[in-house]
């Protein structure tokens, strides 16, 4: 059974710092990319980060560089989202996602909420 969890979602102030974790199971996680979505009210969902399976490459939606930081163990089948410096204008239901494009394979996570507020 393919299962996507965050947590470590929560309240934090401006200025502040939260780590997100997505713990994966039931696929061969290694081989998928990674990405971080998320989705404010009224508004579509975006992505955030997104990390190839070396982990040594990712990419970053502009709004968030220099502040986010997206990594993976795929020892413990985890992926993780460092965020700094966070912003009223971060607050969203963060999910994580799984996709292995070349087989249409595309797991998603139930969401973790994130409020950035004072």
């Known amino acids: 059974q393919v299962q996507l969890v965050e947590s470590g979602g929560g309240l934090a102030q401006p200025g502040g710092s939260l780590r997100l974790s997505c713990a994966a199971s039931?696929?061969?996680?290694?081989?998928?990319?990674m990405n971080w979505y998320r989705q404010a009210p009224g508004k579509e969902r975006e992505k955030v980060a997104t990390?190839?399976?070396?982990?040594?490459?990712?990419n970053y939606a502009d709004s968030v560089k220099g502040r986010f930081t997206i990594s993976r163990d795929n020892v413990k089948n985890t992926a993780y989202l460092q965020m700094n410096s966070l912003k009223p204008e971060d607050t969203a239901v963060y999910y994580c996602?799984?996709?292995?494009?070349?087989?249409?394979?595309?797991?998603w996570g139930q969401g973790t909420q994130v409020t950035v507020s004072s």
């Open positions: 996602n799984a996709k292995w494009a070349a087989y249409a394979k595309d797991y």
């Open positions: 039931g696929f061969r996680f290694s081989v998928y990319v």
């Open positions: 990390i190839f399976r070396d982990a040594d490459n990712a």
